[in-house]
């Protein structure tokens, strides 16, 4: 099984090459070829981020809640040293 | 409005406190060339930016940079926490721990609190877009001049990817500032009087000229019914 810090990496490698691609984009709206890459990068970061909510709790606010439990709260916070 | 995710840009686990290193990146947090006067400085001049790439573009960088103000305190939290009042004394942060403990604090590396003077905000998209093109490049000399003072390969792999990003910006920065200088030099704008809706006006009338079928025949005398250009 994954460790939590390797899912969770796979999440940041998946929106920063997000983020990087969004910049271009603003720039070169009309370049078709990013624009295919985002959504498919868009999609791969959308489950990698199911995956690691589910088994490490939520990584935005509006999925906080989780069966009883309000999640968002818990730590690590992504200041703090991973162990 | 902004969400936050709870995850930073790029890891930063450091495993050796180093205070005096410390000391030296909190520039990147509330120093002059810093990514909180970064993304002050973007987020506040896209409320001028005239077209929707340059205001996306300011919108989109000014939001990674509090990403990576976050990262840089991330830093800085790590590098000093657990560590004693002693070590910090000897390590020069005496006088940090008296005003701010071990919290994170936006300040230069000299110790002068942040201020909105290292910023400009100047309404004109040229001039905002130009100095946002130094503004990368001043935070890219000051993350090398950071690598230059640290040995933990840990602290050198969070600077570099800092770094690189200043130069993606400022590839950005300069595609943007084109966009505008295009836009700029298609056609000429007269602003704070009426010439320009004349312009617009007599544009659309035919000059007199042999080239009547086009509205315009394209030489700059357009007020008369006969222009005198060369195409009679």
């Not at chain 1, 370049?31 to 295919?36: G, I, K, Q, T, Y």
């Amino acid at each position: 099984m994954e460790t939590r810090a390797c899912m969770l990496k796979k999440v940041m490698e998946y929106d920063f090459a997000l983020y990087d691609l969004v910049l271009y984009l603003d720039t070169h709206p009309f370049d078709e070829d990013a624009l295919c890459l985002y959504k498919e990068l868009l999609e791969e970061a959308k489950e990698a981020k199911a995956n690691y909510e589910k088994m490490y709790g939520p990584l935005t606010v509006k999925n906080g809640a989780t069966e009883c439990e309000w999640k968002w709260i818990n730590n690590p916070w992504p200041w703090e040293r991973m162990v | 409005m902004w969400g936050y995710e709870k995850k930073l840009q790029y890891p930063v686990n450091i495993k050796n406190p180093d205070p005096k290193m410390a000391k030296f990146i909190i520039s990147q947090y509330g120093g002059p060339d810093g990514e909180l006067a970064a993304s002050l400085r973007y987020l506040s001049q896209r409320f001028s930016m005239p077209t929707e790439i340059t205001k996306a573009t300011l919108n989109d960088i000014g939001t990674e940079e509090l990403g990576h103000l976050e990262m840089v305190g991330a830093l800085v939290h790590q590098l000093t926490k657990g560590v004693s009042p002693e070590v910090l004394k000897r390590e020069g942060l005496g006088a940090y721990y008296t005003d701010h403990g071990i919290s994170v604090y936006p300040q230069a590396a000299a110790g002068f609190p942040f201020t909105a003077s290292v910023l400009q905000v100047k309404g004109d998209p040229i001039t905002d877009l130009t100095e946002d093109l130094a503004a990368e490049q001043k935070a890219r000399s000051t993350y090398e001049y950071l690598i230059d003072l640290a040995d933990d390969p840990d602290v050198i792999d969070v600077l570099r990817f800092l770094r690189e990003r200043e130069v993606v910006h400022f590839q950005r920065f300069g595609e943007a500032l084109r966009t505008v200088q295009e836009k700029l030099a298609e056609k000429k704008y007269y602003m704070n009087n009426m010439q320009g809706v004349l312009g617009t006006m007599n544009n659309n009338m035919p000059c007199g000229c042999d080239d009547k079928k086009k509205n315009d025949c394209g030489c700059d005398n357009k007020k008369n019914n006969d222009c005198g250009c060369d195409r009679r």
